[in-house]
């Protein structure tokens, strides 16, 4: 198979939006007037726009340092030796406030030299946005916490509205994709858990495609979260962040993503976001209109 070489090779449809628009400057500047920063900014999201539009954005807790190392991650890795900064609590809210948003996710690095792996400082995030702004939807795409019941037990009972853990990829590229420490069974496992111990929270994970995969690996990783009970999954290209990390193995067509939803709606998934520039969080809000919508119908 081809590997692409992204800077000569990337097709028309990969062409990324440059942010603009008179709220994303006015957004921008509040929040750099108050220090604050979100992962659509530092991770130079394509949709960052079209989801600011819409009052939602992603914010990053627990510092800027993995203690894992996946291939595909461009976030630093280290050892942050258990550092916190306990003022990302308020700043997420003050955060919430500024954007007006309808919609945030909550993120973070996975913080392997934790105890608890930081589920209990998630947990006080979202805590905080659901007391200060009870009109916010809190998604939270969280680490595996090592899979520790107690821990995840933590993170739920903080009441999110969606529980997000990315699986990333098929089985048989989990290693090297991913590292060693996560795993794909891992992460199902946690979905399952989830799912099971908390019915009314929607359970979501992430897909990237161009590592490699073959069609029949990504149905089989497909009926594989549905025996979970997984609600919501996005498919997203994977693209190369620097030549240390692994190289772009095919670029899928606009078609191909298109037949990804196709399946997965017909799998049994609640909502599905698949697209070359779809990210983890991209229309993440789409889902609670979903609902809406389907309340309506229902009532």
């Not at 993995?66 to 595909?72: S, W």
């Not at 280290?78 to 550092?83: I, L, S, W």
């Not at 889902?287 to 389907?294: D, P, R, S």
Request: proline residues 4%; aromatic residues 10%; contains cysteine.
């Amino acid at each position: 198979m081809k590997t692409y070489d992204i800077s000569t090779d990337k097709p028309k449809w990969l062409k990324a939006k440059i942010p603009k628009g008179d709220s994303y400057l006015e957004i921008k500047k509040a929040l750099r007037e108050k220090g604050l920063f979100t992962v659509c900014e530092e991770a130079k999201c394509p949709n960052l726009s079209e989801c600011w539009s819409d009052k939602t954005a992603t914010i990053m807790i627990l510092g800027d340092t993995c203690t894992r190392a996946c291939k595909f991650c461009n976030v630093k890795t280290g050892n942050p030796k258990g550092f916190i900064n306990h003022k990302e609590i308020q700043d997420s809210s003050n955060m919430v406030k500024i954007m007006s948003l309808n919609y945030v996710v909550i993120t973070s690095v996975d913080r392997d030299d934790l105890a608890d792996h930081g589920s209990s400082h998630f947990a006080a995030v979202v805590k905080r946005i659901n007391q200060d702004h009870p009109r916010t939807k809190v998604e939270v795409l969280v680490p595996d916490f090592d899979a520790k019941e107690e821990f995840m037990h933590l993170l739920a009972q903080s009441n999110p509205f969606v529980i997000a853990q990315n699986i990333e990829t098929v089985e048989r590229l989990t290693h090297p994709v991913r590292d060693p420490r996560a795993g794909y069974q891992k992460t199902i496992n946690c979905l399952d858990f989830y799912k099971k111990n908390y019915p009314l929270i929607a359970t979501k994970t992430s897909l990237m495609v161009g590592l490699g995969e073959s069609f029949e690996e990504l149905y089989e990783t497909l009926k594989d979260l549905r025996k979970v009970d997984v609600d919501i999954v996005t498919f997203g290209q994977y693209l190369q962040p620097s030549k240390r990390h692994l190289s772009v193995e095919k670029f899928y067509t606009p078609d191909e993503f298109d037949e990804l939803k196709r399946l997965s709606y017909r799998l049994g998934f609640k909502f599905v976001a698949s697209g070359p520039m779809v990210r983890s969080s991209y229309k993440a809000a789409d889902y609670l209109k979903f609902i809406e919508n389907e309340n309506k119908q229902n009532s």
